[in-house]
């Protein structure tokens, strides 16, 4: 502290001792409870005049930490314009700062023994993290960009996503009761259909280990709400397997099978039909109960029932094929991805996150303005339609999906 300051702050306690003193004990008074005369008046006011002077030289509140970000791509210089956070970290400035100083406490401390100290503010590491999830630059270059060692980048990158995948999973979470009719009504609003709780969709990233090992293939599969707000997301999976298996595999199907999701809210009865709680999904997944994929092309004609259901079916899965599209826009995620798989893994929940975080923010940077580029890449692992592989189970997927079919012909 200032020595004006202190002497300030000590001066400030004197008078407000001396002035307690003269209230309790005034002088020349015979009883306790009579006021002071007018000769300690003088002093009183000098006594509160030097409170009021101590107050104006204390320390004031501090103001809110900024976090000024060098330019990677101008070392030494510090970031200004909008456009460098958008094309640097795939979000804005005010993004930047909200999300720095939420986890400033998380990536400011536990630095490993063998990098200590590192001696980065928590916007330096965010940046740094943010910039190999963003772009997709390799270790060497961000070493570069900020003047940091390799070694330094790579547990800045591990720490942002494991803070992420570990402090904030919870912003991907699948819905409860009420928040399900929220999203099913946003989807009736949409297609004129009840009861759809989501779009589900599978994304394939290929990652390149090293020279020596050939490339592999994981899947992700999301499940998203018609904003592209991603509800559940479980990765992993060899991509190189169909949907139908990736999605029996998965903790989700293990769930709606056990009746542990899905179970929440009123049927609707349409024409002596329950419609349940469903989510929807392209041609490669299986005709399900809870899940239901348009008909196949020698099931429809123009302007029958079918083509009308297939035609809502569209309306609603745009928000899930935009939504993997938007991943694809993380530089990480856009391939082939040079890291170990447990990485990859990690660089695609951190990215989820992020996706729902920025929409949280009305923050659409990273969000995918067209799904040509996506189409082409999802190209080589398209599927032929699926067929029904239980009867004892499709009589009932059967007759709810016939039954939205021509739920959305009276609609159309």
């Given at each position: 502290m200032e020595?004006?300051?202190?002497?300030?702050?000590?001066?400030?306690?004197?008078?407000?001792?001396?002035?307690?003193?003269?209230?309790i004990?005034?002088?020349?008074s015979t009883?306790?409870?009579?006021?002071?005369?007018?000769?300690s008046?003088?002093?009183?006011?000098h006594?509160?005049?030097?409170?009021?002077?101590?107050a104006?030289?204390s320390?004031?509140?501090?103001?809110k930490?900024?976090?000024?970000?060098?330019?990677?791509d101008q070392?030494?210089?510090?970031?200004?314009?909008p456009?460098?956070?958008?094309?640097s970290?795939?979000?804005?400035?005010?993004?930047?700062?909200?999300l720095?100083?939420?986890?400033?406490?998380?990536?400011?401390?536990?630095?490993?023994?063998?990098?200590?100290p590192?001696?980065?503010?928590?916007?330096?590491?965010l940046?740094?993290?943010?910039?190999?999830?963003?772009?997709?630059s390799?270790?060497?270059?961000i070493?570069?960009?900020?003047g940091?060692?390799?070694?330094?980048?790579?547990?800045c990158?591990?720490q942002?996503?494991?803070v992420?995948?570990?402090?904030f999973?919870?912003?991907?979470?699948?819905p409860?009761s009420?928040?399900?009719?929220?999203?099913?009504?946003?989807?009736?609003?949409?297609?004129?259909?009840?009861?759809?709780c989501?779009?589900i969709?599978?994304?394939?990233?290929?990652?390149?280990?090293?020279?020596?090992?050939?490339?592999?293939?994981?899947?992700?599969?999301?499940v998203?709400?018609?904003?592209?707000?991603?509800?559940?997301?479980?990765?992993?999976?060899?991509?190189?397997?169909?949907?139908?298996?990736?999605?029996k595999?998965?903790?989700?199907?293990?769930?709606?099978?056990e009746?542990?999701?899905?179970?929440?809210?009123p049927?609707?009865?349409?024409?002596?039909?329950?419609?349940?709680?469903?989510?929807?999904?392209?041609?490669?997944?299986?005709l399900l109960?809870?899940l239901?994929?348009?008909?196949?092309?020698?099931e429809?004609?123009?302007?029958?029932?079918?083509?009308?259901?297939?035609?809502?079916?569209?309306?609603?899965?745009?928000?899930?094929?935009?939504?993997?599209?938007?991943?694809?826009?993380w530089?990480?995620?856009?391939?082939?991805?040079?890291?170990?798989?447990?990485m990859?893994?990690?660089?695609?929940?951190a990215?989820?996150i992020?996706h729902?975080?920025?929409?949280?923010?009305?923050?659409?940077?990273?969000?995918?303005?067209?799904?040509?580029?996506?189409?082409?890449?999802?190209?080589r692992?398209?599927?032929?339609?699926c067929r029904?592989?239980?009867?004892?189970?499709?009589v009932?997927?059967?007759?709810?999906?016939?039954?939205?079919?021509t739920?959305?012909r009276?609609?159309?």
């Open positions: 020595s004006r300051k202190l002497a300030a702050l000590l001066s400030s306690l004197i008078s407000q001792l001396l002035l307690l003193l003269l209230l004990f005034p002088p020349n009883h306790s409870n009579s006021l002071p005369n007018n000769n008046l003088p002093l009183i006011h006594l509160l005049l030097s409170n009021q002077i101590a104006t030289l320390p004031k509140r501090k103001r930490r900024r976090h000024n970000l060098f330019d990677p070392p030494g210089s510090v970031l200004r314009s456009d460098s956070f958008v094309n970290y795939n979000m804005t400035s005010s993004t930047f700062e909200w720095a100083g939420l986890l400033e406490p998380l990536l400011d401390c536990r630095d490993p023994a063998e990098l200590f590192i001696n980065l503010t928590a916007g330096t590491r940046g740094i993290g943010l910039f190999r999830l963003a772009n997709g390799d270790y060497p270059d070493s570069t960009r900020f940091v060692p390799v070694s330094v980048v790579k547990f990158v591990k942002l996503c494991r992420l995948c570990t402090n999973r919870f912003w991907v979470s699948f409860n009420n928040e399900l009719e929220l999203v099913s009504k946003s989807f009736q609003s949409l297609s004129g259909l009840p009861n759809c989501g779009a969709e599978s994304c394939r990233f290929e990652v390149f280990k090293d020279s020596t090992s050939s490339n592999r293939c994981l899947a992700a599969q999301i998203v709400d018609s904003s592209g707000r991603i509800l559940n997301i479980v990765a992993g999976f060899d991509g190189y397997k169909n949907n139908t298996t990736i999605l595999a998965s903790t989700l199907y293990k769930d709606i099978e009746g542990m999701l899905l179970n929440n809210s049927s609707i009865n349409e024409n002596e039909v329950m419609l349940n709680q469903y989510l929807i999904g392209g041609k490669g997944y299986p109960p809870w239901m994929v348009p008909f196949v092309d020698d429809t004609s123009p302007g029958s029932i079918e083509e009308s259901f297939n035609e809502a079916h569209e309306v609603m899965r745009l928000s899930a094929l935009k939504t993997a599209a938007s991943l694809k826009n530089g990480i995620l856009r391939g082939p991805i040079h890291d170990e798989v447990k990859v893994v990690a660089y695609i929940g990215c989820s992020l729902n975080s920025l929409l949280m923010r009305e923050d659409f940077t990273a969000l995918a303005g067209a799904l040509e580029d996506y189409h082409l890449q999802q190209e692992y398209r599927e032929d339609s029904i592989e239980d009867d004892l189970v499709s009932k997927a059967l007759a709810t999906r016939s039954t939205l079919a739920m959305a009276k609609n159309s």
